[in-house]
């Protein structure tokens, strides 16, 4: 993460966070002054780029939030959105050098950041996905990513009553109360990547938080339902 708050540079990044402000304040005009208030903070320089960072599992600091009096998750969801094609590209040159088995955690060896999604790739493998920085790496089928709680007996599956699409579900977490979706490609070969299927499935979103799971980052359609 380090490299990443040295990289970055509010011009590099600012038309894009600028952008996905804009549209957020359209998407739910109840978080327009909050926007505003990030707005002028990052143009007087107290909100930069860095600050948007993960910091103690989670995205985007504190400092976000009090600066602008947006919520976690809106902070978050800015921060992916926004950051996402800087970071991938920072990242790119490093991605050949994670060796298979090398990191366990259930943080972005890149950049920090908690996981968006899970990938079961052809030889029944799981990997986490990074949003905020395209990242993808190992980690245990029966572990949960974000407390570290491990065995079956802590894991749910849950999917839609109705919709019960083939490769898709979410795994939840009983001890943490977390939640991730994930898409097993050996079914679904022809799915998209981790963020596109991700943010193009808001009803497993649904299923989950009406249960009362939780998940690090929202997409924007979580935001725009919680007004």
């Given at each position: 993460?380090?490299v990443?708050a040295?990289?970055?540079?509010?011009?590099?990044?600012?038309?894009?966070?600028?952008?996905?402000?804009?549209?957020?304040?359209?998407?739910?005009p109840?978080?327009g002054?909050g926007l505003?208030?990030l707005?002028?903070?990052w143009?007087?320089?107290?909100?930069t780029?860095?600050?948007?960072?993960p910091?103690?599992?989670?995205i985007?600091?504190?400092?976000?939030?009090r600066?602008?009096?947006?919520?976690?998750?809106?902070?978050?969801?800015?921060a992916v959105a926004?950051?996402?094609?800087a970071l991938?590209?920072?990242?790119?040159?490093?991605?050949?050098?994670?060796?298979?088995?090398?990191?366990?955690l259930?943080?972005?060896?890149?950049c920090?950041?908690p996981?968006?999604?899970i990938?079961?790739i052809?030889?029944g493998?799981?990997?986490l996905?990074?949003h905020l920085?395209?990242?993808?790496?190992?980690f245990?089928?029966?572990r949960?990513?974000?407390?570290?709680?491990?065995?079956a007996q802590h894991?749910?599956?849950l999917?839609p009553?109705?919709?019960?699409?083939?490769?898709?579900?979410?795994?939840?977490?009983?001890?943490?109360?977390a939640?991730?979706?994930?898409?097993d490609?050996r079914?679904?070969?022809?799915?998209?990547?981790?963020?596109?299927?991700?943010?193009?499935?808001?009803?497993?979103?649904l299923v989950?938080?009406?249960?009362?799971?939780w998940?690090?980052?929202?997409s924007?359609?979580?935001?725009?339902?919680?007004g």
């Amino acid at each position: 993460m380090q490299v990443a708050a040295e990289a970055l540079r509010a011009p590099d990044v600012e038309d894009l966070v600028g952008a996905v402000m804009e549209a957020v304040a359209r998407a739910e005009p109840s978080l327009g002054a909050g926007l505003q208030r990030l707005a002028q903070a990052w143009d007087a320089g107290v909100v930069t780029p860095a600050m948007l960072l993960p910091e103690r599992g989670r995205i985007a600091a504190d400092a976000v939030v009090r600066a602008s009096g947006l919520s976690a998750d809106a902070a978050g969801f800015l921060a992916v959105a926004g950051l996402r094609p800087a970071l991938e590209a920072l990242y790119a040159p490093l991605r050949e050098h994670l060796v298979e088995g090398a990191w366990s955690l259930g943080v972005c060896p890149f950049c920090g950041s908690p996981p968006g999604f899970i990938d079961v790739i052809e030889d029944g493998r799981r990997r986490l996905a990074c949003h905020l920085c395209g990242g993808a790496w190992g980690f245990a089928k029966l572990r949960c990513p974000f407390c570290g709680v491990d065995g079956a007996q802590h894991l749910v599956r849950l999917t839609p009553e109705e919709a019960r699409e083939e490769g898709y579900l979410v795994s939840a977490c009983r001890e943490c109360r977390a939640y991730i979706k994930e898409v097993d490609r050996r079914v679904r070969w022809n799915a998209g990547p981790a963020l596109v299927e991700d943010w193009g499935s808001p009803h497993f979103d649904l299923v989950a938080h009406r249960q009362g799971y939780w998940r690090p980052v929202p997409s924007i359609v979580q935001l725009t339902a919680r007004g």
